[in-house]
């Protein structure tokens, strides 16, 4: 029965997902890179002055037929990136199913994956700690239900898949500490028992992403802290220590570009570059914590800090008389835990990149084990004070507030873009019409985040911004009605005019949408606002 409890709480996650992920309508720009690299054909590319068919679009977003399972070409392309290739080839893989086929399914579907194993990490791991149950299955539906999941479940990245690997290497450190007595003295059982389990999934980790190696070190550190310090262990904290690094060097022998990506690179040079600026630290903490507080808590994090300040100073002004009862015993997994976590929270505050909002998914790796970590404490001190029966029900109640505020009022949950419809509908209305796309030249990549509309046309016309030579496509110049998609840059107004003075009979522009990087503008031949001279 209690099992089926847990069950339950899971089902109704994976429901909330998929009920969010009918929602979700649109891309984010990283969301396209996950389809392109993983599926490309020829590789995308925006051609000054011709025409690209839609079918040459779709290409390089679904497996084509004959093209499957192609992992040699994943991990390439990966390579030539700022990202390892494990979590590339699981979603290769499961577009390799469904070849020709562009969906966002795909995608979460390999996020729901990744979400069920965190789930059964998330429950042993917590068995491990022999939290009570009730806590458990708390802890369970406030991670699985939280806005911030779900969220993590939307963004078709690697997030998801990096939360497992987190979790199973949390639950592998707490049981590595349980059963240290059992082999301290059996090297083969030690290496082959606890060591190995832990270097297995620290390999898998850090080629799925590299942000893994923040919870891996600090957790890894604070065991072999504990080892040699706490136990007078040496020899199996070496032992230990020379496993772990030998799954970081294996990981950098079967995938090379592994150290260009963390020590060079725009990623690797910006990270290290944030890491080791002590001005911004305190900016940045405070950024990161809003987030937490915000779009994990709903607004409620402080007022949890209080009420665990406030049991804490009620055990200290009462422990002349109930000094049994006060004394704060923290155990070792609890100590490795609290320090790997707190260490990935701080390391990656200082590592990513500040999107606003958007940010949350550098820490959705561990927004779990900060909601373990939170109620646990709040249970201990509520136990200390013999109030565990009252209290815990009162901060469940107080907490499921908060959780229901970030679904219902808070709107947290990311990623879904429903704004994305209007101008999908747009496109679609406008299929008919002639659809021109004038690119930046330093940055034509950029086209991705048009793709669900580019996609809505038969074919489209790329023009690079920067060429500024009159116009002679045919096709372009005799149309009746453009829909123009422009890149921001310098010379935007003046290719603009080009376009326009080269159609003799459009004279007149609309803009229909503006967003990151583009505006989308109609032109025809009713005057509205006419460019006449070109910039100066």
Same mark, same amino acid.
């Given at each position: 029965?209690?099992?089926?409890?847990?069950?339950?709480?899971?089902?109704?996650?994976?429901?909330?997902?998929?009920?969010?992920?009918?929602?979700?309508?649109?891309?984010?720009?990283?969301?396209?890179?996950?389809?392109?690299?993983?599926?490309?054909?020829?590789?995308?590319?925006?051609?000054?002055?011709?025409?690209?068919?839609?079918? *040459?679009?779709?290409?390089?977003?679904?497996?084509?037929?004959?093209?499957?399972?192609?992992?040699?070409?994943?991990?390439?392309?990966?390579?030539?990136?700022?990202?390892?290739?494990?979590?590339?080839?699981?979603?290769?893989?499961?577009?390799?199913?469904?070849?020709?086929?562009?969906?966002?399914?795909?995608?979460?579907?390999?996020?729901?994956?990744?979400?069920?194993?965190?789930?059964?990490?998330?429950?042993?791991?917590?068995?491990?700690?022999?939290?009570?149950?009730?806590?458990?299955?708390?802890?369970?539906?406030?991670?699985?239900? /939280?806005?911030?999941?779900?969220?993590?479940?939307?963004?078709?990245?690697?997030?998801?898949?990096?939360?497992? +690997?987190?979790?199973?290497?949390?639950?592998?450190?707490?049981?590595?500490?349980?059963?240290?007595?059992?082999?301290?003295?059996?090297?083969?059982?030690?290496?082959?028992?606890?060591?190995?389990?832990?270097?297995?999934?620290?390999?898998?980790?850090?080629?799925?992403?590299?942000?893994?190696?923040?919870?891996?070190?600090?957790?890894?550190?604070?065991?072999?802290?504990?080892?040699?310090?706490?136990?007078?262990?040496?020899?199996?904290?070496?032992?230990?220590?020379?496993?772990?690094?030998?799954?970081?060097?294996?990981?950098?022998?079967?995938?090379?570009?592994?150290?260009?990506?963390?020590?060079?690179?725009?990623?690797?040079?910006?990270?290290?570059?944030?890491?080791?600026?002590?001005?911004?630290? #305190?900016?940045?903490?405070? #950024?990161?914590?809003?987030?937490? /507080?915000? #779009?994990?808590?709903?607004?409620?994090?402080?007022?949890?800090?209080?009420?665990?300040?406030?049991?804490?100073?009620?055990?200290?002004?009462?422990?002349?008389?109930?000094?049994?009862?006060?004394?704060?015993?923290?155990?070792?997994?609890?100590?490795?835990?609290?320090?790997?976590? +707190?260490?990935?929270? #701080?390391?990656?505050?200082?590592?990513?990149?500040?999107?606003?909002?958007?940010? /949350?998914?550098?820490?959705?790796?561990?927004?779990?084990?900060?909601?373990?970590?939170?109620?646990?404490?709040?249970?201990?001190?509520?136990?200390?004070?013999?109030?565990?029966?009252?209290?815990?029900?009162?901060?469940?109640?107080?907490?499921?507030?908060?959780?229901?505020?970030?679904?219902?009022?808070?709107?947290?949950?990311?990623?879904?873009?429903?704004?994305?419809?209007?101008?999908?509908?747009?496109?679609?209305?406008?299929?008919?019409?002639?659809?021109?796309?004038?690119?930046?030249? +330093?940055?034509?990549?950029?086209?991705?985040?048009?793709?669900?509309?580019?996609?809505?046309?038969?074919?489209?016309?790329?023009?690079?911004?920067?060429?500024?030579?009159?116009?002679?496509?045919?096709?372009?110049? /005799?149309?009746?009605?453009?829909?123009?998609?422009? +890149?921001?840059?310098?010379?935007?107004?003046?290719?603009?005019?080009?376009?326009?003075?080269?159609?003799?009979?459009?004279?007149?522009?609309?803009?229909?949408?503006?967003?990151?990087?583009?505006? *989308?503008?109609?032109?025809?031949?009713?005057?509205?606002?006419?460019?006449?001279?070109?910039?100066?």
């Amino acid at each position: 029965m209690k099992k089926s409890i847990v069950y339950i709480i899971l089902i109704v996650s994976v429901l909330l997902s998929i009920f969010y992920g009918v929602q979700k309508s649109g891309f984010h720009e990283d969301e396209y890179y996950t389809y392109f690299s993983s599926n490309r054909s020829l590789g995308l590319y925006q051609p000054d002055r011709e025409w690209q068919d839609k079918q *040459t679009i779709f290409d390089e977003f679904s497996v084509k037929p004959g093209e499957g399972f192609n992992y040699g070409l994943v991990k390439l392309v990966q390579s030539w990136d700022v990202h390892p290739p494990i979590y590339y080839f699981i979603f290769h893989t499961l577009c390799s199913m469904v070849p020709s086929t562009f969906t966002k399914w795909t995608g979460l579907i390999t996020n729901l994956i990744a979400f069920v194993i965190s789930f059964l990490a998330l429950f042993a791991l917590m068995k491990r700690l022999r939290l009570p149950y009730y806590v458990m299955l708390f802890v369970l539906g406030f991670w699985g239900l /939280n806005p911030q999941t779900v969220s993590c479940n939307m963004l078709i990245r690697m997030y998801a898949w990096l939360t497992a +690997a987190v979790f199973i290497c949390a639950y592998l450190h707490v049981r590595f500490v349980q059963e240290y007595d059992s082999y301290k003295d059996d090297l083969k059982n030690f290496c082959v028992k606890l060591l190995l389990p832990i270097a297995a999934v620290s390999y898998i980790g850090v080629l799925i992403q590299y942000f893994y190696i923040f919870f891996f070190g600090c957790i890894g550190f604070a065991l072999a802290v504990w080892m040699f310090f706490r136990k007078k262990d040496f020899r199996n904290t070496v032992v230990y220590v020379m496993g772990c690094g030998f799954s970081m060097v294996l990981a950098v022998l079967t995938y090379p570009a592994m150290l260009h990506h963390l020590l060079g690179g725009y990623r690797g040079t910006g990270a290290t570059g944030s890491m080791f600026d002590v001005k911004n630290t #305190f900016m940045r903490l405070s #950024f990161f914590t809003g987030l937490l /507080n915000d #779009f994990v808590f709903g607004g409620g994090l402080t007022v949890l800090a209080i009420m665990l300040a406030v049991g804490v100073a009620y055990l200290v002004a009462t422990r002349k008389e109930r000094f049994d009862k006060t004394r704060f015993n923290i155990s070792a997994e609890v100590a490795i835990l609290t320090a790997g976590t +707190a260490g990935y929270f #701080f390391l990656t505050t200082k590592a990513a990149l500040l999107v606003g909002s958007a940010s /949350n998914r550098y820490e959705m790796p561990i927004y779990g084990l900060i909601i373990l970590l939170v109620m646990w404490a709040l249970y201990y001190v509520a136990e200390k004070i013999g109030k565990d029966r009252v209290c815990v029900p009162i901060v469940t109640i107080v907490m499921l507030a908060f959780l229901i505020k970030g679904h219902v009022t808070g709107n947290n949950v990311l990623f879904l873009y429903k704004e994305d419809v209007d101008k999908i509908n747009y496109a679609q209305a406008n299929s008919g019409e002639v659809a021109v796309v004038m690119f930046n030249p +330093a940055t034509p990549h950029n086209v991705w985040r048009l793709t669900d509309e580019l996609l809505q046309y038969d074919r489209v016309f790329y023009m690079d911004e920067e060429n500024l030579d009159p116009l002679t496509e045919q096709g372009v110049v /005799n149309a009746g009605k453009i829909v123009l998609y422009v +890149a921001d840059d310098d010379f935007k107004e003046d290719a603009i005019c080009n376009l326009v003075k080269s159609c003799e009979k459009l004279d007149s522009i609309r803009e229909v949408d503006s967003e990151d990087m583009w505006t *989308t503008c109609e032109i025809s031949g009713i005057t509205e606002h006419r460019f006449d001279t070109p910039r100066e």
